[in-house]
Every structure is written in structure tokens, then in C-alpha cells.
């Protein structure tokens, strides 16, 4: 993978169902990001990779609570976002569709 100097990412800070990022980047092709979701507890909830600069995962089974996401770069360096997820309520949609 090619070497990453200021990445800037699009992150949510609450999640219900779904967390959305969005890696703004012009330059990289076809890159692949590694990643870990850990809970307060450093438990590792979920792991993997995903291939291009934007990604929505399923979060639904998570437990309510505050998450660690990190994004896995180049030669070990990481970056750490902290998302709480928070239970689906029933105006969901109402407040998607408002936004």
C-alpha cells in the first residue's frame, strides 16, 4: 500500500445500525484498509479489511456503549476513532431523512 501523509476520514461519533466512513484521499488506487472495533474493555468486537476509500458496516449486534475503531495504515501506523452506539429507536427513518 502506498504511503499515507495526511489522511483525513469522515467518522461518526454515534452509530445505530450502520457506521459509514468515508477515507478522503484522491491519490490512492484501489487501496485495502485493515481494521478493529475493540468495546471499552479493549475487547476485540469485530475485524477485518475493506477495499476502496468508503465502507458501511453492520453494527446492529454491537451493545449499546462506546467503541475504539482503528483504521490500520502503512508500517503499523493507525488512527483511533471512538464512536458510541446507541440503540435503534423507532424514528429512525424520521431522523435519517431529515438530515
Known amino acids: 500500500m502506498e504511503q499515507i501523509k495526511n489522511i483525513e476520514v469522515e467518522f461518526p461519533s454515534v452509530v445505530r445500525e450502520l457506521l459509514s466512513l468515508r477515507i478522503k484521499d484522491g491519490e490512492l488506487i484501489n487501496p485495502v484498509f485493515e481494521y478493529t472495533i475493540t468495546d471499552a474493555q479493549k475487547k476485540i468486537c469485530r475485524k477485518g ?33 471512538v464512536f458510541e452506539k446507541k440503540p435503534r429507536t423507532g424514528n429512525d427513518i424520521l431522523e435519517f431523512m431529515a438530515s
Do not use: P
Request: hydrophobic share 35%; no cysteine; proline share 0%.
Open 49 to 81: 479489511k475493506f477495499n476502496g476509500l468508503e465502507v458501511q458496516m453492520r453494527v446492529a449486534h454491537l451493545n449499546t456503549g462506546k467503541y475504539y475503531f482503528t483504521l490500520n495504515i502503512t508500517n503499523g501506523e493507525s488512527f483511533v476513532y
